[in-house]
């Protein structure tokens, strides 16, 4: 799953925000949006924080400045640290062993705990940010304001290159340019780098060793690929999970709860064989993940292996 992950959430946060405010009619000033002086709004970066998801705090943060200028509060928004994504889907192997013993790889569980927030997800996720809530306080007119100071990203409209208002601005203040191209290196690097990762002659070396030890458990290899092994077994599980186990096959409600129905009673023996598929398979690949997570993360946008 090549990609740039890194750069792809930037792209994402970014794009999506002009899309919190609607349009509105014009004639009048932006004055019911002023905030007052100070440090609202803006991220602390992580001390620890590495290259590119420093830019992305920075530029959230540059967001909130500029808006400020043109009198609007901006929240900026936190970005998502991969690191964090991955630690219990592979890359710190206690945790995800301690979430394996209880969950499996997490979907046949959701019938077993229906309410656990281990599984349900952060259901805040489907709220309305701050920055959605202040631009529903706006009139028609100055919603219409916000959104030409705020800007929006390239291809937004027909002929437009390059991102304007403040995101222009935030851009150009941390990667010195607004032009996408600084995405389109971003993504070429992302594919160099997924191409590093699999041509890695140790990586290589594991994930034979990864694949055999599958084998020899009677499970299925499909990829022996270093940036695809370690999410393997897991879309398999989730392909072939019954209706009501939360995988693939089951849909779901918008507060992410199955619209499928299964006892728990029902789900208990396919859990316990769930549990047992992901341990074979967290410590099949537990040297495969040990080298490859560290090499990935400092290879930001080629692909995990959870």
Same mark, same amino acid.
């Given at each position: 799953? =090549?990609?740039?992950?890194?750069?792809?959430?930037?792209?994402?946060?970014?794009?999506?925000?002009?899309?919190?405010?609607?349009?509105?009619?014009?004639?009048?000033?932006?004055?019911?949006?002023?905030?007052?002086?100070?440090? +609202?709004?803006?991220?602390?970066? =992580?001390?620890?924080?590495?290259?590119?998801?420093?830019?992305?705090?920075?530029?959230?943060?540059?967001?909130?400045?500029?808006?400020?200028?043109?009198?609007?509060?901006?929240?900026?928004?936190?970005?998502?640290?991969?690191?964090?994504?991955?630690?219990?889907?592979?890359?710190?192997?206690?945790?995800?062993?301690?979430?394996?013993?209880?969950?499996?790889?997490?979907?046949?569980?959701?019938?077993?705990?229906?309410?656990?927030?281990?599984?349900?997800?952060?259901?805040?996720?489907?709220?309305?940010?701050?920055?959605?809530?202040?631009?529903?306080?706006?009139?028609?007119?100055?919603?219409?304001?916000?959104?030409?100071?705020?800007?929006?990203? =390239?291809?937004?409209?027909?002929?437009? /290159?390059?991102?304007?208002?403040?995101?222009?601005? +935030? /851009?150009?203040?941390?990667?010195?340019?607004?032009?996408?191209?600084?995405?389109?290196?971003?993504?070429?690097r992302s594919q160099e780098n997924a191409q590093a990762l699999n041509g890695d002659q140790k990586l290589v070396g594991l994930a034979q060793s990864y694949a055999s030890c599958?084998?020899?458990?009677?499970?299925?290899?499909?990829?022996?690929?270093?940036?695809?092994?370690?999410?393997?077994?897991?879309?398999?599980?989730?392909?072939?999970?019954?209706?009501?186990?939360?995988?693939?096959?089951?849909?779901? /409600?918008?507060?992410?709860?199955?619209?499928?129905?299964?006892?728990?009673?029902?789900?208990?023996?396919?859990?316990?064989?769930?549990? +047992?598929?992901?341990?074979?398979?967290?410590?099949?690949?537990?040297?495969?993940?040990?080298?490859?997570?560290?090499?990935?993360?400092?290879?930001?946008?080629?692909?995990?292996?959870?």
């Open positions: 799953m =090549p990609g740039s992950r890194a750069v792809r959430k930037l792209a994402v946060a970014v794009s999506l925000l002009p899309l919190l405010a609607a349009c509105g009619a014009d004639g009048e000033t932006a004055s019911a949006g002023k905030e007052s002086a100070g440090s +609202a709004g803006q991220l602390d970066v =992580p001390a620890d924080a590495g290259a590119e998801l420093k830019n992305q705090y920075l530029v959230e943060n540059a967001i909130a400045d500029c808006m400020k200028e043109q009198g609007f509060t901006y929240t900026a928004v936190a970005p998502i640290d991969p690191a964090s994504t991955w630690a219990t889907d592979g890359a710190d192997y206690e945790l995800t062993k301690k979430f394996r013993q209880k969950y499996g790889f997490g979907y046949t569980a959701r019938a077993v705990y229906p309410d656990d927030p281990e599984l349900v997800g952060d259901r805040s996720a489907n709220e309305p940010s701050d920055n959605a809530k202040y631009v529903e306080t706006l009139t028609p007119a100055q919603k219409t304001v916000y959104d030409k100071a705020l800007g929006s990203v =390239p291809g937004s409209e027909k002929g437009q /290159n390059d991102w304007t208002g403040c995101l222009a601005t +935030a /851009n150009k203040k941390v990667y010195g340019s607004t032009s996408p191209k600084e995405l389109l290196d971003a993504s070429s599958l084998k020899r458990d009677g499970i299925p290899v499909t990829t022996t690929q270093p940036t695809s092994i370690g999410e393997m077994v897991k879309l398999q599980a989730s392909s072939s999970a019954p209706p009501g186990g939360g995988g693939a096959a089951a849909a779901e /409600n918008p507060d992410g709860t199955s619209t499928e129905s299964m006892s728990k009673e029902e789900a208990l023996p396919l859990l316990t064989k769930e549990i +047992a598929l992901a341990m074979k398979d967290l410590e099949c690949g537990k040297d495969f993940r040990a080298a490859y997570f560290p090499k990935f993360f400092k290879n930001p946008g080629s692909t995990g292996a959870g």
